[in-house]
């Protein structure tokens, strides 16, 4: 059976995880239509992808009855609105990261998901890697003794990028980039909730975040130091250190292809795109797409990989380290 998708935005992210797609059997995954905010981008976006249906409008898309699930790749400030849209109209959905503005937003989207009965992932593609689940493994089966410390880093030179400096776009390294950090270090110590969270840095003119380290203590003496920048490059991987080992995903961490256990690296090769990519490994969006895929065969309204209440602490950490530094946006006194 084929799962039928439907894109909501044609911009840089839904045009790499169509390339994505095409990676795909297409008996198993097909792309039937794509909704943006204008039909010329929607006529133009579906023209490069070969998508029977392009419409103006994201309520034009609901009335498709022939999408399974719809991706949704627009800017994070509409996730909520947008995401309701599709979620009350009993729409299954992938709704890229970060999932909402803060917790009371994604609990809204939670919440309807359930009400409505319909499938909801954030799309943290990163969780679906096969680097991440050897990583899992290697864990399960105590390969380095019980883990200590998880170090990630995350940064890249962002600061001429608008969508990235400005408030009222959702814009600070934490939103944009430090959320591949902290869900990586949430996924070491599955989901448990920190005891403690301690955050610092420094802010733009705007008010958001330029760099920001997050340092999670968790139970048993362990602990996860996250940081990003919006300034500089960083190293961008993830090291995780136990008492008989260290376990390092190799730049980039947050779509990596190489593993490093003890020193012994291991290749995890991607596919090549059919078209340029807008950001990197973005064939790697394929494991989310067969993960989704995965979910809907099986009946389950959630995946195990990012579960809804993965999602949900992801963002209250993010909102309590936002409070800390001093990060508002207008969402936040709604």
């Not at 059997?25 to 976006?45: G, M, N, T, W, Y």
């Not at 992808?49 to 719809?70: M, R």
């Not at 776009?169 to 591949?180: C, E, N, S, T």
């Not at 705007?206 to 130091?225: I, Y």
Request: glycine letters at 8%; one cysteine or more.
């Amino acid at each position: 059976m084929v799962t039928r998708w439907g894109i909501c935005g044609a911009g840089n992210i839904s045009h790499d995880f169509c390339v994505a797609l095409k990676t795909l059997p297409p008996q198993d995954h097909q792309i039937v239509a794509v909704a943006a905010r204008s039909l010329e981008s929607a006529k133009k976006f579906a023209k490069t992808h070969g998508i029977p249906d392009a419409y103006g409008s994201y309520q034009e898309l609901i009335k498709n009855g022939n999408i399974d699930v719809v991706y949704i790749g627009i800017v994070h400030t509409h996730h909520l609105q947008v995401g309701l849209l599709f979620l009350n109209a009993g729409k299954n959905v992938l709704c890229e990261k970060p999932f909402a503005m803060n917790l009371r937003e994604v609990k809204q989207l939670v919440s309807a998901a359930r009400e409505n009965n319909v499938f909801l992932m954030e799309a943290v593609w990163s969780r679906c890697f096969p680097v991440y689940a050897e990583v899992g493994r290697l864990l399960s089966e105590n390969t380095i003794g019980e883990v200590k410390m998880v170090q990630v880093y995350f940064g890249l030179p962002l600061l001429d990028r608008t969508r990235t400096t400005q408030r009222d776009q959702g814009g600070g390294a934490l939103m944009d980039i430090g959320i591949y950090c902290l869900q990586f270090a949430l996924m070491v110590f599955k989901g448990e909730k920190p005891q403690s969270i301690h955050a610092t840095g420094v802010l733009l003119s705007s008010g958001v975040d330029e760099s920001m380290v997050v340092v999670l203590k968790f139970s048993g003496n362990r602990m996860a130091s996250c940081t990003c920048t919006l300034s500089c490059l960083l190293p961008n991987d993830a090291t995780i250190c136990g008492t008989k080992g260290t376990i390092r995903v190799a730049n980039p961490m947050h779509c990596p292809t190489t593993l490093e256990v003890n020193g012994m690296k291991s290749e995890f090769p991607l596919p090549e795109p059919a078209l340029p990519l807008n950001f990197e490994n973005s064939t790697g969006l394929r494991y989310e797409a067969e993960e989704v895929r995965r979910c809907l065969l099986k009946g389950l309204k959630e995946s195990v990989k990012m579960s809804l209440t993965d999602s949900e602490l992801l963002i209250g950490i993010m909102d309590e380290a936002r409070r800390q530094v001093g990060v508002v946006y207008e969402q936040d006194s709604q």
